[in-house]
């Protein structure tokens, strides 16, 4: 079946607007996890939903960042104001029930590029 | 906090060679230790893991041990091929979210 997809797979925007980043996990999938790999380092946790609801945000670095679930499928990275200290390559990943065990599966990115 | 130090890249081996990519973790408590791999123009793929200590996960000739005594989970391989080449990572679990060392680039050369 299809993996994790995520859109687009580029995005180039200005200093200072807003951006949203698309991922569509496993059909069934209940978890959903948000990470951001920046050049040279390896994925960092932003944010899980469980369903519609985010069970844990602590990985978002500031208010600028938000996420939403609202069907409890698709979600949306929303980041507003955005600096370049923000490029980076944003990744999605799902598992089918939440469980900390579950083997979570990523999409292939959104490479995000704040000029 | 919790986390992964690997060891720095890349590494370059000819064809066949055996490889060893080292990885230490610190944590508290008994994560489940993962290898992740990321092969060109590809998404992050689970390569194999191991939930508890002594257990060796296995996948695609690549094998790795959860050392409780040495905070370790390095992965082996013993003949790599040109089709190896990736960016390995190494991660364990805590709570809801998955930790990632930086990740070790392995070039094969045939």
């Known amino acids: 079946g299809a993996g994790v997809s995520q859109t687009p797979s580029n995005k180039v925007t200005e200093k200072g607007k807003y951006v949203e980043l698309r991922c569509d996990p496993i059909?069934?999938?209940?978890?959903l996890y948000w990470y951001r790999q920046s050049l040279g380092q390896g994925p960092e946790f932003l944010i899980y939903?469980?369903?519609?609801?985010?069970?844990?945000d602590s990985g978002l670095p500031n208010d600028r960042f938000f996420a939403v679930r609202p069907e409890g499928s698709v979600s949306t990275l929303k980041i507003q104001r955005t600096e370049r200290g923000d490029s980076a390559v944003y990744l999605c990943?799902?598992?089918?029930?939440?469980?900390?065990?579950?083997?979570?599966?990523f999409g292939p990115g959104t490479r995000l590029t704040v000029l | 906090g919790d986390s992964v130090t690997q060891m720095e890249g890349p590494v370059t081996l000819s064809e066949e060679a055996f490889l060893t990519i080292n990885c230490t973790y610190t944590a508290t408590g008994y994560p489940s230790l993962f290898w992740y791999v990321q092969y060109p123009g590809e998404g992050l793929q689970l390569l194999l893991k191991?939930?508890?200590?002594?257990d060796k996960g296995s996948n695609k000739g690549f094998e790795a041990t959860y050392r409780k005594e040495t905070t370790s989970f390095h992965l082996e391989k013993g003949s790599v091929q040109v089709s190896d080449s990736a960016v390995y990572f190494c991660?364990?679990?805590?709570?809801?979210?998955?930790?990632f060392g930086k990740g070790t680039r392995l070039h094969i050369l045939p």
């Open positions: 059909s069934g999938h209940t978890a």
């Open positions: 191991a939930t508890k200590a002594d």
């Open positions: 991660a364990l679990d805590r709570d809801d979210k998955i930790i």
């Open positions: 990943a799902s598992s089918p029930g939440g469980s900390f065990t579950d083997t979570q599966y």
């Open positions: 939903f469980q369903g519609t609801g985010a069970a844990d």
